[in-house]
């Protein structure tokens, strides 16, 4: 079974950036769509940002696009999320996810087979 493991969430101030990191287990790594997912307080789950399994495409939600930027590093089985000048709204338990692309990169972006348990990001103002 395929799981995921984040790190390097933490508390920072609006305005700083952090860099969070998903390693990956169980499956061929390189053959997976990845991306990230994130749940604010009081809200669903939603979309944030994937990378197709050459990391040539990456989609973003219009929310974090030019602030935030995915990456992969095959590798090492790694998925990584910069995030850029955060904002207080960016404040949510962040996800790494993961999916065969039988389906297409949409999969990973909607319905993903595969999640990490979360790490928290906090932006205080």
């Known amino acids: 079974q395929v799981q995921l493991v984040e790190s390097g969430g933490g508390l920072v101030q609006a305005g700083d950036g952090l860099r969070l990191s998903c390693a990956a287990s169980?499956?061929?790594?390189?053959?997976?769509?990845m991306g990230w997912f994130r749940r604010a307080p009081g809200k669903e789950r939603e979309f944030v940002a994937a990378i197709s399994r050459s990391g040539d495409y990456t989609p973003y939600s219009d929310d974090v696009k030019g602030r935030f930027t995915i990456s992969r590093d095959n590798a090492k089985s790694m998925v990584y999320l910069q995030m850029n000048s955060l904002k207080p709204e960016d404040t949510a338990i962040y996800y790494c996810?993961?999916?065969?692309?039988?389906?297409?990169?949409?999969?990973?972006?909607?319905?993903?087979?595969?999640w990490g348990q979360g790490t928290q990001v906090t932006v205080s103002s």
């Open positions: 996810v993961a999916d065969s692309d039988l389906g297409g990169i949409v999969v990973v972006t909607t319905t993903p087979k595969y």
């Open positions: 169980g499956g061929i790594f390189r053959l997976y769509d």
